[in-house]
């Protein structure tokens, strides 16, 4: 007889087990046995979460992640099936495997019935985003690439030659500012910010288009962009936070000048 040289565990004869010690009864644990498309899922989890891939980007084809990952494509097909049913993926026929927002769609469609009613509702995006901006602006500039830099200047530069011509593209504007929020590596912010897409669009749309339409408030919103990207560019977190939210303090003031002349909005039935 031979005893296993763990202190009061198991006593065994001939191979067989004639006493487990209570106290060490939880020292082993069940070996689980995964599935080949169970481990494929979580790798694509992963590069999702890690925002090696966004929102709207395409995998590669299947017969591509079986080579790289050495399995069969009945078992990417089995993966991609599984992330589909779990909201994170579009399978589009002839089309491949699209990455989807992970956040709830559906209240987006009333939020924009709220907005093109309202213009209080405007008024509390543009301040909800405000305070959204701001901190992105800050990690952005903590934690951005050399690409990701040339991507903004690139936007900015596109804003200064609309800016000789007189022209207002309000989607250059916009790009401008979702990738300062790419920047930031902060996965789910990108996913919060994917599902209010059409939100701040359309909140950047009323305020170049109807509200900063003269020539100074141009120039004035241009520099405010140079001053965001000069701070993100230096690596300076405090001199982006405090930048971007002047610039959006400014958006918020004018937005009330224009369409509330005689104070803050009040709602229906809340005393003033």
Known sequence: MSLLDFPHAVDYKCGMTTRLNGTHAGLFTPIRVERVADKIADQLKKIISDGVVKVG????PERELAEQMGVSRASVRDALQQLEMQGMLDIVHGGGSIVRNITGQEIRKTIELFLERDPKRVLELAELRAFMEAWAAREAAKHRTEAELETIRGYLEEMERDFEKGQIRYDVDFKFHTEIAAA????????????????INYSIKIHREEVFTGRGDQETILNHHRTIFNAIRDG??????????EHLAFVVREFKRKFFPDGSPQDPGRPA
């Open 57 to 60: 980007d395409r995998l590669p």
């Open 184 to 199: 930031t590596h902060n996965t789910i912010y990108l996913h919060l910010i994917d599902n209010i897409y059409s939100l």
């Open 236 to 245: 300076n977190p405090d001199a982006a936070e405090a930048a971007m939210k």
